[in-house]
């Protein structure tokens, strides 16, 4: 692991990680995974350290099991296990690049655990609204709306009780993403101290629309809304307004604690 740093690259499911994931994989000092053979190229299913977010019921539902959280106190939080992971995924990484990252959903609720076995390591954790996070999410596991998006609420709950300790994170909205994607990119580069890169992606500026029609028919959407919109806002996003984006400061900054 000399000289080598991670980046890892967090986000509920359905939340645009993938697509960030391969951006950020075509820079000439990144290297991500492809090919391996595994759902969406996803560490967690590259190694058999700590357990994947389908061993807690997966997509929408592995935040409820209190197991699938850990930070640095975790019976696993330990070097060897740091040693393990990595001789899993090095097999898949071009060694001749400076940074290696990973994206897996359940990086949101793991990120003190990656912390102390990589220390140096960068967060890049993007949000994107719990109305769309959940129905996109939906046909993924059939669960109701309101227990999708309270899920989605919980994960970035505990990611932003965690942030504190976190020493270089960069947090970033996926509307403010797919509205403006190469200034976002450049921002990110940026963080990363890396030279930025001109996307090559087709980015879609409109995909929350569909959701939010969904959203505006359903008939317990208003009672959702007068009892999840303040935990909403607080993340910053209106139940009761989806189009509406509430400033909120961990979006207003580079969150690196070094800076």
Not at 33 to 56: C, I, M, R
Not at 194 to 216: C, H, M, T
Request: charge should be neutral; charged fraction near 20%; aromatic fraction near 14%.
């Amino acid at each position: 692991m000399t000289g080598k740093k991670f980046i890892f690259l967090a986000g509920h499911h359905r939340s645009g990680t993938s697509l960030l994931h391969r951006i950020l994989s075509e820079h000439p000092e990144v290297s991500g995974f492809s090919g391996t053979g595994v759902p969406e190229n996803e560490g967690q299913h590259l190694q058999s350290v700590y357990e994947p977010a389908k061993t807690y019921g997966g997509p929408g539902r592995y935040i409820f099991n209190d197991a699938s959280y850990m930070n640095e106190d975790h019976p696993l939080a330990t070097s060897q296990s740091a040693r393990d992971i990595f001789k899993s995924w090095a097999k898949y990484y071009d060694s001749t690049r400076m940074f290696y990252i990973e994206k897996s959903p359940p990086n949101l609720i793991r990120t003190r655990f990656l912390q102390k076995l990589f220390p140096g390591c960068l967060f890049l954790v993007i949000f994107r609204h719990p109305i769309a996070v959940a129905y996109a999410t939906q046909r993924m596991t059939g669960a109701g709306i309101s227990s999708l998006i309270e899920h989605t609420l919980r994960g970035y709950e505990l990611f932003l009780a965690d942030l504190p300790h976190l020493n270089d994170v960069y947090i970033l909205r996926y509307e403010d993403f797919v509205a403006y994607p190469q200034h976002e990119i450049n921002r990110v580069c940026s963080f990363l101290a890396l030279d930025s890169i001109e996307i090559s992606y087709d980015v879609q500026p409109d995909v929350n629309k569909k959701y939010f029609s969904a959203w505006g028919v359903d008939m317990g959407g208003r009672l959702i809304a007068d009892l999840l919109e303040y935990r909403a806002n607080s993340i910053g996003y209106s139940l009761r307004d989806p189009e509406k984006l509430v400033t909120t400061s961990f979006y207003m900054t580079h969150q690196s604690q070094n800076a």
